[in-house]
């Protein structure tokens, strides 16, 4: 498999803690810039033709509830823990939310259980 892309997608325009756990576990991490990011992740993971979406908020919704009804992505949103999101992913979804996390481990853990599901 080709490397595995995720679109990051941070309310506040953060997220590089969480991209660079992409990178550590292989990946290409694409952080969305500035305030609101999380809203054009749907835009940005289809122009980067991206496997997975990481939206954050206080929520930890709104983004991922827009790329799923705009684009058609599988989301699951609302989420708190890193386990949440890997069992999304082992559920076979592509674009998770989660409240504030941006942690590297989240971002090594979602990758590392993508390629674990899909071949990699």
């Known amino acids: 498999m080709s490397q595995i892309t995720v679109v990051i997608g941070d309310r506040?325009?953060?997220?590089?803690?969480?991209?660079?756990?992409v990178e550590q576990a292989s990946g290409r991490a694409v952080v969305?810039?500035?305030?609101?990011?999380?809203?054009?992740?749907?835009?940005?993971?289809?122009?980067?033709?991206?496997?997975?979406?990481?939206?954050?908020?206080?929520?930890?919704?709104?983004?991922?509830?827009?790329a799923q009804t705009?684009?058609?992505y599988k989301a699951r949103y609302g989420m708190r823990s890193i386990e949440e999101g890997v069992t999304a992913i082992e559920e076979g979804y592509n674009v998770l939310g989660f409240g504030f996390m941006d942690k590297e481990e989240l971002g090594q853990r979602l990758?590392?259980?993508y390629l674990k599901k899909h071949g990699g």
């Open 111 to 113: 990758v590392a259980a």
């Open 32 to 66: 969305i810039p500035g305030m609101a990011a999380d809203m054009k992740l749907g835009d940005v993971m289809k122009a980067e033709n991206a496997q997975l979406g990481i939206s954050f908020c206080g929520s930890g919704g709104a983004g991922a509830i827009t």
């Open 12 to 21: 506040l325009g953060k997220g590089q803690k969480v991209a660079a756990g």
């Open 70 to 72: 705009k684009h058609g």
